[in-house]
């Protein structure tokens, strides 16, 4: 979420309730506000809720605790047949959101393809979507796939996705896991999210799909949630959400990822080989 706009909010609150958005960007570009003891003078810096803190300075005559809102994540059971964007006239996963959780702001984390089922994350938050479903943040997502009558996976299946596949249209996929539980049912395991990526794999190397549920991304599972139903994270899986973020490397690229800057894209390479 946007300093500018947490300032904004906390204005409203404190002064009037038509405080504008140039006058919480004022105060910003003046130095003072602070986001973990550092002066921020970028009124479109984004915070991370929950891992960020904002403070404003000493002499600054506000009161109260700056709130960075009232942010939620939700979980749902995808169904097959429904698509993962807002549509006006096809089925859409946002169709599905009880009146009571729908919010302009509620956006869900990355898409899963039309007739695939299962994990599907939804939240407030862009900044943590945006780690949570970069590769270097390295959140293994797991799927289960059924394939087609007859086909056979190569011998060397499970070691090619453990060297990383590179795809006939030459993407390089990073190393995964990939299981075989019985004649036609396979799981895999992986951290990135390239269009229809579990499918190209799979076909790489012997395997059509017919069928892929995903089964979990990161902790969060579809444990209990029938097709088409979502529920509201706890408090302790929406911690570790954010204890899925790689914080404990350079916070330096964390910062980079987390504000989509054009340096990040030159240093994926980079980090999907540490």
Not at 39 to 64: F, M, W
Not at 136 to 154: F, I, M, P, Q
Not at 199 to 210: I, N
Request: aromatic letters at 6%; charged letters at 25%; one cysteine or more.
């Amino acid at each position: 979420m946007r300093i500018d706009h947490i300032v904004q909010r906390w204005l409203r609150k404190q002064q009037a309730p038509n405080t504008s958005l140039k006058s919480a960007q004022k105060l910003v570009k003046g130095g003072e506000f602070f986001v973990n003891g550092t002066v921020i003078t970028d009124p479109k810096y984004q915070i991370l809720p929950g891992v960020e803190k904002v403070s404003k300075r000493a002499g600054l005559e506000l009161n109260g605790e700056l709130d960075c809102g009232d942010q939620i994540f939700l979980v749902l059971n995808k169904p097959a047949g429904v698509i993962s964007q807002r549509h006006p006239r096809e089925g859409s996963v946002y169709d599905l959101i009880p009146e009571s959780w729908r919010r302009d702001d509620l956006v869900a984390f990355g898409r899963l393809d039309q007739d695939t089922t299962g994990v599907l994350l939804f939240g407030t938050d862009g900044g943590s979507q945006s780690l949570l479903t970069h590769p270097c943040s390295r959140v293994w997502k797991t799927y289960r796939a059924v394939l087609a009558d007859g086909d056979v996976l190569d011998p060397d299946a499970s070691a090619a996705f453990e060297t990383g596949i590179t795809l006939d249209d030459g993407t390089c996929c990073a190393p995964a896991r990939l299981e075989v539980e019985g004649p036609l049912l396979v799981r895999v395991m992986l951290h990135e999210g390239f269009f229809h990526q579990v499918k190209r794999m799979l076909a790489h190397v012997g395997g059509r799909v017919v069928h892929l549920h995903r089964e979990s991304f990161g902790l969060i599972s579809d444990k209990g949630l029938s097709p088409g139903e979502m529920r509201r994270l706890s408090e302790a899986e929406c911690r570790a959400l954010l204890d899925m973020l790689p914080l404990d490397r350079s916070t330096a690229l964390i910062r980079v990822l987390y504000r989509g800057s054009a340096h990040a894209r030159t240093m994926q390479s980079d980090c999907e080989n540490h």
